[in-house]
């Protein structure tokens, strides 16, 4: 016991007065989670709350316009700027920048919506006998709402917004068409048009997740990042790790512990246990960052559930095979040279696949089949479904596994490598 | 009843995996209690392989040793207590002081409480660093890491010292200290087992020396008596004289 707390109170000591690897420790990841929440803040946000600035020319009076104007302003997706003009004003003011997108609803369309349909249901009621059959025919010209985007807009976006007009003008139709319909068969011409019941017979409603709905969170910036980054510096721990151990190695102070009494294994266990205690407090560091710091710079607060000790439990298992890693590292390679570039590469690399950077679900098929061999993947999605699902300790289980396991390999790679080495 | 010989050797031999020829080969040697014992060899002769397997740090392919009668098969463990080493490389963490590269070194050999204070101060008092004991290695001269080195591997009282060239690279005055310091202690009856270049350091300080070369024993015995025999001014002469003025890699 007592080589053990050497090893650790020595380990410790050495990374305390490490002054560049503390920094890499403790600011780098905390820089990542500032720099890229705040970044990644804005596509990340729902379009609730983007506030996309859209021009508005409503040059119809009657209840297409208002319908629309409504739906639009409903929506909160818009900021809403509002002016009279025509096609050319709209088209030079999306063109220049200053808007996302233009609509331009043109002069007496709601007159034009309902001649349209009063001749519509005049034609059936022809068709149906029920009407004059020398009804005189009209000619109307085509009714077309009119929008502008911004080249810059994604195409989904763009079909989106379409969609939505469409279905509010389709709704606004059918409404109108059997009101008329209502108005004409009953021959009342007094009765009151909201006698045609509304026609939202589908209601598609979101439930969550999670069994307090109140608390549903969707993924934001700082729920991704703050996690993300969190792990991505717990697994950059590989470096200082790595480096100690060949370091000793090369210094001739491991010759020494070897000569010493007791096992390499208390050794590698103080090592391990030394190098876990300063990922728990990065980790720490970290959400205390998201919920704290966070805030002050205009991003949502980190939301981290209830459960502190599920969380201390995934920092552990993340702090294991981080340092298990490291450790295979520090015995594999020879010098601090290519210990720290394989190093930092192989964890930026693990850091893509694994959903640091973006979340895994917006990568392709293939990139997502091999996330799932990332120890930084497990990690994350263990996070998340603690953060934002209220996970349980089952429903984690199999990436608290994984991270285990993936530990447990890495000290039977080292094992093994030094007795191959030690023959 | 106390062994003889602090060291028995008897026809050790270690084959690398890979290697044509072996490391060490057939070498068979007793090193007395109380000598000071110099094993000398140009570069590649199997001196170190030697020492790692005297310390336990690699295993023979064939033969027998025994270390204050015990042998490392059996009694690694308690051979670990019973030994000292000094690399050639400064063995030191050098971001932590003095004092804390020796209390860790005592925690490992099991010292704690005024034993260990005791202990650190008598050692930091030998190499001549107490005014320094709370300063980082990083700051020290390379002669105080030396002397600093070299302290670190008395710091359990070993019955058995092991020194890989522990003057290299220092200055005189250093040299000078840590020889001295060597000669008491094994005058207080520890055995020195040291390996140098510097024939006459080996020859001022050594009561017994082996030449080595390609694994095996080409000479033995008192380093002046060996100088008469061979006809030889010195041991630099002597050496060269055995081992040839090849260089080697």
């Known amino acids: 016991m007592l080589r053990l707390y050497a090893t650790i109170q020595k380990e410790l000591l050495i990374l305390v007065r490490d002054k560049a690897g503390i920094a890499i420790l403790f600011l780098m990841p905390m820089a990542m989670i500032i720099i890229m929440a705040l970044i990644q803040d804005a596509p990340f946000r729902d379009y609730?709350?983007?506030?996309?600035?859209?021009?508005?020319?409503?040059?119809?009076?009657?209840?297409?316009?208002?319908?629309?104007?409504k739906g639009l302003t409903d929506s909160k997706i818009f900021r809403i700027t509002k002016i009279q003009g025509d096609d050319s004003i709209l088209k030079?003011?999306?063109?220049?920048?200053?808007?996302?997108?233009?609509?331009?609803?043109?002069?007496?369309?709601?007159?034009?919506?309902?001649?349209k349909i009063k001749q519509f249901v005049a034609q059936k009621l022809k068709e149906a006998g029920l009407a004059d059959p020398f009804s005189p025919q009209m000619l109307f010209k085509e009714l077309q709402i009119h929008i502008v985007f911004a080249p810059t807009t994604k195409k989904s976006f763009r079909s989106s917004i379409l969609g939505s007009l469409n279905q509010s003008a389709t709704q606004l139709e059918i409404q109108t068409l059997l009101n008329d319909f209502s108005k004409t068969i009953n021959k009342d011409q007094s009765a009151p048009t909201d006698s045609v019941p509304s026609m939202d017979f589908i209601k598609i409603s979101e439930i969550s997740?999670?069994?307090?709905?109140?608390?549903?969170?969707?993924?934001?910036?700082?729920?991704?990042?703050?996690?993300?980054?969190?792990?991505?510096?717990?697994?950059?721990i590989v470096l200082s790790l790595a480096g100690s151990i060949i370091k000793e190695r090369q210094d001739g102070s491991y010759t020494r512990l070897r000569t010493m009494p007791g096992s390499y294994s208390t050794i590698i266990t103080g090592k391990i246990s030394a190098y876990l205690f300063v990922c728990l407090i990065q980790c720490g560091l970290m959400l205390l960052v998201g919920m704290y710091l966070l805030p002050h710079l205009g991003l949502p607060q980190l939301v981290i559930g209830h459960n502190l000790l599920l969380i201390a439990v995934i920092a552990l298992c993340t702090g294991l095979a981080a340092t298990g890693y490291g450790i295979v590292i520090g015995t594999l390679f020879n010098t601090q040279q290519q210990s720290s570039a394989f190093?930092?590469?192989?964890?930026?690399?693990?850091?893509?696949?694994?959903?640091?950077?973006?979340?895994?679900?917006?990568?392709?098929?293939?990139?997502?089949?091999i996330a799932d061999f990332s120890p930084l993947y497990w990690a994350l999605s263990a996070f998340q479904k603690v953060f934002l699902g209220q996970g349980t300790i089952s429903d984690i289980l199999p990436s608290l596994a994984k991270l285990i396991a993936f530990f447990l390999l890495s000290l039977v790679i080292v094992n093994y490598y030094n007795k191959l080495k030690n023959r | 009843m106390t062994p003889d010989y602090a060291i028995k050797i008897d026809h050790l031999s270690k084959k690398y995996k890979g290697?044509?020829?072996?490391?060490?080969?057939?070498?068979?040697?007793?090193?007395?209690?109380?000598?000071?014992?110099?094993?000398?060899?140009?570069?590649?002769?199997?001196?170190?392989?030697?020492?790692?397997?005297?310390?336990?740090?690699?295993?023979?392919?064939?033969?027998?040793?025994?270390i204050l009668g015990l042998t490392p098969e059996k009694d690694l463990e308690k051979i670990k207590y019973k030994i000292g080493i000094v690399p050639q490389e400064i063995a030191l963490y050098t971001t932590l002081t003095a004092y804390e590269n020796l209390r860790f070194i005592g925690h490992m050999y099991g010292l704690?409480?005024?034993?260990?204070?005791?202990?650190?101060?008598e050692c930091m008092e030998i190499a001549g660093l107490q005014p320094f004991a709370f300063k980082l290695v990083q700051t020290f001269s390379g002669g105080m890491k030396r002397r600093l080195n070299l302290v670190a591997g008395i710091l359990n009282?070993?019955?058995?010292l092991f020194l890989d060239e522990p003057t290299v690279g220092v200055d005189v005055q250093s040299r000078n200290a840590i020889t001295e310091h060597l000669k008491l202690l094994n005058k207080q009856g520890c055995t020195i087992v040291y390996t140098s270049h510097l024939m006459e350091e080996a020859q001022n300080l050594c009561t017994d020396i082996a030449l080595i070369d390609n694994g095996v024993i080409i000479a033995r015995g008192n380093p002046d008596e060996m100088i008469n025999e061979n006809e030889t001014a010195n041991l630099e002469q002597l050496f060269l004289k055995l081992t040839g003025k090849k260089l080697r890699d």
Request: glycine content about 10%; hydrophobic content about 40%; charged content about 15%.
């Open chain 1, 48 to 69: 609730q709350e983007l506030n996309i600035p859209l021009l508005l020319i409503n040059n119809d009076k009657g209840d297409l316009g208002k319908t629309i104007e």
């Open chain 1, 92 to 115: 030079q003011s999306v063109s220049k920048g200053k808007y996302e997108i233009g609509i331009l609803i043109p002069q007496y369309s709601s007159q034009l919506l309902n001649a």
């Open chain 1, 209 to 236: 997740t999670i069994e307090t709905p109140k608390e549903a969170l969707q993924l934001n910036s700082v729920q991704h990042n703050v996690p993300a980054w969190t792990i991505f510096g717990m697994f950059f």
């Open chain 1, 343 to 369: 190093g930092s590469v192989s964890i930026v690399i693990l850091a893509a696949l694994g959903g640091i950077w973006v979340p895994v679900y917006v990568m392709p098929h293939i990139i997502r089949f």
């Open chain 2, 19 to 66: 290697a044509v020829i072996p490391a060490v080969n057939e070498l068979s040697l007793n090193i007395s209690r109380g000598s000071i014992f110099g094993l000398l060899g140009p570069n590649g002769a199997g001196k170190t392989t030697l020492i790692s397997m005297l310390c336990g740090l690699i295993k023979p392919s064939g033969g027998r040793l025994s």
């Open chain 2, 112 to 121: 704690k409480s005024d034993r260990l204070k005791n202990k650190i101060s």
């Open chain 2, 157 to 160: 009282d070993p019955e058995i």
